[in-house]
């Protein structure tokens, strides 16, 4: 696809924003929705055109990206009156960026391709600092050959991406990266209440952890903000209840127990029934071990 046409985004959250100006800096005109249109003004700033729906950008892109929050949002976006497959024609391309199920990916790849259009189902991992940086992970299911032809302006937004198979296992695989992450941010918040019930220094216990074999992304980019008591998404709780329900019924589907995520959701969730706690970013999980974080503990 050249330069001159125009590519759609919907959705303008803590992900999509930095994504789609990724996309206006490497020369793209924009077409951009968000349910909430105040989200969008940065962009519009930047150069980018309002639609006033999902329908609206189908009319004038033929390549649509999407990151909304939650299977239901991508349903509407797709699949809903105004969406973007009833307004699909020929040719189109639709990749949604969304955490979302994988069984709904097909369902969406199947009716675009009624249309005559493909979409593909490219979930992210990274965070919001990938984002930003545009160095995110890309897990790409679908149509090899749309995504061939999306590749260019997927390389705008991310580093390693990699086409997974077909239809669905982009969603399959970002569940996999879920999986991970719950037993990797289930160990950092609980080492982190160890060692500081231990008298440890924690900046000086993540100084040496951080580099050796319990080194990951969680641990060197969400124990600092951890350590700063900066507990704002980021990653919302919301949304990664969403995943690891997503990713507890799909393994309930093919007969498989995973009593580690079972776990750790039900953590999620405790923290979650607080006041405001499905708002805070992932790391919030810390404050289940320790409410007044960083008080002596005494307190
Ligand atoms: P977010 O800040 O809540 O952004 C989602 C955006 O989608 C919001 O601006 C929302 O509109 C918009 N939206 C929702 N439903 C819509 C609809 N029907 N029509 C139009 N716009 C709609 O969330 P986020 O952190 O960017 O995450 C987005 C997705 O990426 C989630 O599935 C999440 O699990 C996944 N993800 C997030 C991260 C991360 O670190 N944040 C990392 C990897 C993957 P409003 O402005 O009205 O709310």
Redo the contacts with the bound molecule.
């Keep these: 696809m050249t330069e001159t046409e125009p590519v759609g985004f ?7 924003r930095s994504m789609a100006l990724h996309l206006l800096e490497g020369g793209h005109s924009l077409v951009v ?4 249109r105040q ?1 969008a003004l940065p962009l519009l700033d930047r150069g980018a055109t309002w639609a006033s729906s ?1 329908a609206d950008v189908a009319a004038r892109c033929a390549v649509v990206f999407t ?4 299977p239901h ?1 991508v349903e ?2 797709y699949l809903g009156p105004n969406g973007l497959i009833s307004n699909a024609r020929s040719g189109m391309l639709f990749v949604d ?4 199920s994988p069984a709904l990916a097909v369902r969406i790849a199947e009716a675009a391709a009624v249309r005559g259009a493909v979409s593909l189902d490219a ?6 600092k990938g ?1 930003r940086e545009g160095t995110l992970s890309i897990m790409v299911g679908g149509d090899p050959t749309a995504f061939n032809r999306v590749l260019p302006l997927m390389r705008l937004m991310g580093k390693n991406i990699v086409h997974q198979g077909p239809a669905g296992s982009g969603q399959s695989c970002k569940l996999c990266n879920q999986i991970v992450i719950a037993g990797t941010m289930i160990g950092v918040c609980e080492a982190l209440a160890f060692a500081r019930r231990s008298g440890l220094n924690l900046d000086r216990m993540l100084q040496s952890i951080g580099s050796g074999a319990a080194a990951s992304w969680t641990l060197q980019n969400l124990a600092p903000r951890i350590l700063a008591q900066n507990f704002g ?4 709780v919301k ?2 209840i ?2 690891l329900r997503l990713a507890m019924e799909w393994a309930k589907q093919k007969g498989l127990d995973l009593p580690g995520l079972r776990t750790v959701l039900a953590r999620y969730e405790a923290l979650a029934s607080r006041p405001g706690g499905e708002n805070l970013g992932t790391h919030g999980l810390y404050l289940l071990y320790d409410s007044s974080p960083f008080l002596p503990p005494s307190h």
């Design positions: 919907i959705g303008l959250g803590i992900m999509g929705y968000n349910r909430t989200k999902p990151i909304v929050g939650f949002d509407e976006v960026m969304t955490t979302s979930p992210v991992s990274g965070g919001d984002a998404p980021g990653f919302y949304h990664f969403k995943d």
